[in-house]
């Protein structure tokens, strides 16, 4: 028998298997969607001359140690 095919009564190897639960897929397809999204719509207001970013890069930190 080939070693990738097993008999129906034998117990799984759960080290051996690569389940995954599908929720968990399933949010993980939705938080790079959501990524995506936001990426996209940063780059639309960019396009348009919005900065939406929030961040000084000129802004002293003060008087580093």
């Given at each position: ?18 389940l995954v639960r599908p929720y968990l897929r399933a949010y993980e397809r939705h938080e790079q969607a ?32």
């Amino acid at each position: 028998m080939a070693p990738t095919v097993r008999h129906w009564y034998e117990p799984i190897d759960g080290s051996a298997t690569t389940l995954v639960r599908p929720y968990l897929r399933a949010y993980e397809r939705h938080e790079q969607a959501r990524i995506k999204r936001l990426r996209r719509d940063t780059l639309w207001c960019t396009t348009y001359g919005l900065d939406l970013d929030t961040r000084d890069i000129h802004a002293h930190l003060g008087a580093a140690s």
